[in-house]
């Protein structure tokens, strides 16, 4: 028993050591001024889905910080902008002459990845779909019409994306400064 004492110990150093106390403390915040930033939005426009809009910001955001580096969240923040607004766009044309039925969507999904592999969108407009179904859901049970409902969720996740890339920025430029400060 007394030799497990100190590899307990050693475990729960690395673990301490582990925790990157300044980037979850700014990606929570991050998280907090999507989530009042997307709600705050669509409440001007559409109050009773406002915690729909705060929660795409706020999963924006969360999706941005996840990245390995600041490139890298600026490429996924672009793919969720370009997929939000082509995904809205598409649900905004189906919803304009169709009202929603599971066989209208699962056509409709089907023709946004072929229009998304036209345009040669990466990763084949993943976000497009899941912006796609969301809008078309929510007209189900929603008085929004179809041009609120996909403008509120492309803005909401640009607040997201852009709130999570300007903190991705301010954390690369803290991680660059301690990096030169610390030779």
Same mark, same amino acid.
Request: charged fraction near 10%; glycine fraction near 8%.
């Given at each position: +028993?007394?030799?497990? #004492?100190?590899?307990?110990?050693?475990?729960? !150093?690395?673990?301490?050591?582990?925790?990157?106390?300044?980037?979850?403390?700014? #990606?929570?915040?991050?998280?907090?001024?999507?989530?009042?930033?997307?709600?705050?939005?669509?409440?001007?426009?559409?109050?009773?889905?406002?915690?729909?809009?705060?929660?795409?910001?706020?999963?924006?955001?969360?999706?941005?910080?996840?990245?390995?580096?600041?490139? #890298?969240? !600026?490429?996924?923040?672009?793919?969720?902008?370009? $997929?939000?607004? !082509? $995904?809205?766009?598409?649900?905004?044309?189906?919803?304009?002459?169709?009202?929603?039925?599971?066989?209208? +969507? &699962?056509? &409709?999904?089907?023709?946004?990845?072929?229009?998304?592999?036209?345009?040669?969108?990466?990763?084949?407009?993943?976000?497009? &779909?899941?912006?796609?179904?969301?809008?078309?859901?929510?007209?189900?049970?929603?008085?929004?019409?179809?041009?609120?409902?996909?403008?509120?969720?492309?803005?909401?996740?640009?607040?997201?994306?852009?709130? $999570?890339?300007?903190?991705?920025? !301010?954390?690369?430029?803290?991680?660059?400064?301690?990096?030169?400060?610390?030779?």
């Amino acid at each position: +028993m007394k030799n497990i #004492k100190p590899i307990i110990e050693a475990l729960c !150093i690395r673990a301490i050591k582990r925790i990157k106390l300044g980037f979850i403390t700014a #990606k929570t915040l991050a998280v907090f001024a999507s989530f009042i930033a997307g709600g705050a939005l669509s409440a001007l426009f559409h109050n009773p889905s406002a915690y729909l809009g705060a929660m795409l910001s706020a999963i924006s955001t969360i999706v941005v910080l996840q990245q390995e580096d600041l490139s #890298k969240s !600026i490429n996924q923040g672009w793919l969720r902008v370009l $997929g939000s607004f !082509i $995904g809205a766009l598409i649900a905004f044309i189906y919803l304009s002459f169709f009202p929603f039925t599971l066989i209208g +969507m &699962t056509i &409709t999904i089907f023709f946004l990845g072929i229009i998304c592999m036209i345009l040669s969108v990466p990763d084949n407009g993943k976000m497009a &779909t899941v912006v796609l179904i969301w809008v078309l859901i929510r007209s189900v049970d929603s008085d929004q019409s179809p041009l609120l409902n996909g403008f509120l969720r492309f803005s909401e996740s640009a607040i997201g994306v852009g709130i $999570g890339l300007v903190t991705a920025w !301010i954390l690369a430029k803290l991680n660059s400064l301690f990096k030169s400060g610390q030779s």
